[in-house]
């Protein structure tokens, strides 16, 4: 029997997951994820409204696809006001690559300095479960960036069709 708190994931989003780490992941540090890393955005209402709004009228991302994708999104406000529970997954690798725990990080190192930090949203999916939308944050030692990632399945394969970058993060180096 499962733990209450698991999040069962689909064969579609296990192979969408692993082929975007397969892309992004340049294997040069080890990837950070906490217990509660697939948990949606947490986006206050007006930044995701306008985030929906801006991939519906700029980059016509298919309605449905959109309502998918919006209503996995946990809102900051339920969070901060009826304490949403968080979903964590187990060890057992069902990811094709390699990770750690960022509870199992040293409290003395940077975090950012040999590490990278993912966070990823869950996936919107069209009602044919064809087309997929995923939102992804990644920050390393010199910045990151939040992006979003479409995909649609060709042949039973999840290929990215359009990247879309929403924002940059620049990290400033501390001064001695």
Known sequence: MKPENSYLFSKDEIDIINGLIN??????????????????????????????????????????ILQSFEEKLIKIEDFEEKNVKLMAIDRNNIFEFNFIWSGELKKD?????????????????????????????????????????????ENKEWKITDIIEIYGIERIEKVE
């Open 109 to 153: 190192i940077d975090l950012l300095e040999d590490y990278e930090d993912i966070s990823f949203s869950r996936i919107g999916f069209n009602d044919e479960i064809t087309k997929a939308i995923i939102f992804l944050e990644i920050r390393l030692k010199n910045g990151g960036n939040g992006t979003v990632y479409l995909f649609e399945k």
């Open 23 to 64: 892309v992004i992941h340049d294997n040069k540090n080890t990837i950070v994820l906490s217990g509660s890393f697939y948990f949606g955005i947490f986006l206050r209402e007006s930044v995701r409204s306008g985030l929906i709004k801006s991939l519906r009228d700029e980059h016509n991302i298919d309605n449905s």
